[in-house]
């Protein structure tokens, strides 16, 4: 069996190589395509999560601040009720009375002689 090629029948034979390379080339690049706009819908979802994540613990954070800071508060409070720490106070007043009545006196000793 003998087989002739012609100019035409090699040009068509040509452009249908190149056709089903360009078809394939196509069809690859499309793949491609979904996978990228795939991953990045996912890169996207993963991104709201962590910024729902980060929120969240913002929030938490704000909470926990505002616990410590009435912990102060309340942990200040109840020290200064404390009967030693009122007995303390009132025994470094009683000290500061006595000694401004002593300096009192002896600046009146220190006018009075001359």
């Known amino acids: 069996m003998i087989v002739e090629f012609n100019l035409t029948n090699l040009i ?8 089903a390379f360009w078809a ?3 069809i690859i690049n499309i793949q491609q395509d979904r996978r990228q706009d795939e991953r ?3 890169l996207g979802e ?6 729902c994540a980060q929120d969240k613990n913002a929030l938490a954070t704000l ?3 505002r616990e410590f800071r009435r912990h102060q508060t309340d942990s200040a409070r109840e ?3 404390r009967d030693d ?3 303390h106070i009132g025994t470094i007043e009683t000290r500061i009375d006595n000694f401004a ?14």
Request: proline fraction near 2%; avoid cysteine; glycine fraction near 2%.
């Open 24 to 26: 394939l080339i196509k």
């Open 79 to 81: 020290y200064v009720r």
């Open 101 to 114: 009545l002593r300096m009192e006196r002896a600046l009146e000793n220190l006018g009075a002689k001359p």
């Open 63 to 65: 909470d926990l601040e």
């Open 46 to 51: 993963t991104m709201k999560s962590i910024a």
């Open 12 to 19: 068509f034979i040509l452009i249908a190589v190149v056709s």
């Open 40 to 42: 990045f819908r996912v």
């Open 85 to 87: 720490f009122v007995r």
